[in-house]
Every structure is written in structure tokens, then in C-alpha cells.
């Protein structure tokens, strides 16, 4: 090297930046979004681990070689990173048994909707595929000064299945028809499972979610929705079931006009059951 020689080390570069709450879903970073703070990134190259990191309040991350930099929890300088080498960002544990206790009940959100590459675009999508329990970008560290703060991870609020409220109805113990269980309950999500908690006989099909209450007792059903990380959620339906009761047979009598006669109406219609209501 000559005297006078401008010595310059190496270009910095970073890469990172941002994990937020993708509140209505839709994998893309709305101007309204929170950030998402206290969640933990690493950085590798292929299996091995470079550095890890924890998202500030604005939910940044920040890898970078640059040797002058105070790292904080969140921005982790001087990072021997080499230009033209593939590095994984990774979000460890975003769902199963040891998921980070700051994602709660969230659940990564769709990926890559404006594309992969590290364009300007880019900059607004969520990057993270999930593999395995984690969510990964695995990109090209292009040359030293082409910092990318494309990679960014959006959660969104893992949505339920409801039961739905409880119903009922009244049937006769001689009914042939088909109750569908389902449409006496309302708001419920479908693909939950049907079973009976009371009662006896007449024909339940657990399977279609159906009671035929053809000499059935007053039964009740239960009905179970579950999901991944959702609590159960269950609705019931009560079928109260009474017993037929037998009016008789029609019949008639046939008295003049003035006659003193009382007529007792029981004697004239056959085969009825007691407790009926009279009326003309
Ligand atoms: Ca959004
Ligand atoms: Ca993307
Ligand atoms: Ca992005």
C-alpha cells in the first residue's frame, strides 16, 4: 500500500427490522398496527447461531456488522456477517408447548403477500414461513451497504370457534320427525362435535347431529367446538319430550230439545287418557 493511501474498512450492513401486530390479518403492515415488543429473534447461518435479539417498544430488531454500534437487547452490532451468504432470521417458538409467553394467543400471519424479494414493497409484507415450531426468512446477504429491513413478522389474533347459544324444544314422545340438532342453537361455528348427556331413547345420530324423539324421555345435547390454542367452547340443546296422550275417538249423541238429560261427554268418546281440556 502506498503512503497517502485512503485506507477504508469494509462497508457496513445491517438487516432486520420489525415484528408487529397484524390486527386485521391481512399480512401486510397498516399504518394503525402496533408494534410487537419482548419477542425474541435470532439470527443464523444455516445451523448455527449468530446472535439473538429482543424486539424494543417499536417492535425493531437490528443484526449489523457495523463495530462502532452499542448493542442494546434489540440492536446487536458488530456481527461478522459476509457478504454473499444466505442467513435465516428466526422467530423461535411461535407456537407448541414452548411458545414465547409475549406472543400469547397470536398466531403468525399470512407471508409474502407483495412478494420474497428485498424490494421497497417488501418492506410492508410479513417474511416469516413457518418451519416447524418457528418462523423463518432465509435470505440472500446481498453486499456489504445493502442493509435490508425487509424482514418483518406479523402476528394476528388467533380466532375461535363458538359454540353458539343454547336452544330447545317441545315434542311429543310419538314424533317421527327429525330434530337437526343445530338449528337450535344459534351462532355457532360448524365442524364441532355432537353427543347426548341425558335422557333415553329415540334415535341420535352423533355424526349428523340429528334425534328422531320417537319414544324418547326429555334429552339433552351437547355440542364441542374445538381448535389449536383455543379453549373448548360448548352449547346445549334440552329436546323436552312428552308423553302422547290419546284424546279417543270422536262419537256423538243425540238428544231433543229440552231434555233434562245430563250428558256425561267421557261415555260418549272411547279409548281417551284422563287430564283432557273440554270446550264447545
Ligand atoms: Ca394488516
Ligand atoms: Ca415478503
Ligand atoms: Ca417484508
Redesign the pocket.
Known sequence: MAAGDVVCDDPTVEVGNRIWM???G?G???AD?MALAGITVQLYNGSTLIATAVTNSSGNYIFSSDPLGTTSSSHIYNLGLIAGTNYTIRVPNVQGGSKQTSLGTKILTTPNLTGTTNSEIDKIDSDGILVGNNAEVTFLLVSYGANNHTLDFGFTALTCPVAGTNGSTNVCDNSTLTITLSSLISGDSTGGVWSRVSGSGGTFNSTLGTFIPTGATTSIFRYIVSAPGCPNDTSEVTVNVSPFRSAGTDGSDTECDGSGTVIDLYSIITGEQTGGTWSD
Open positions: 397484524d390486527t386485521d391481512n401486510i403492515q397498516d398496527e
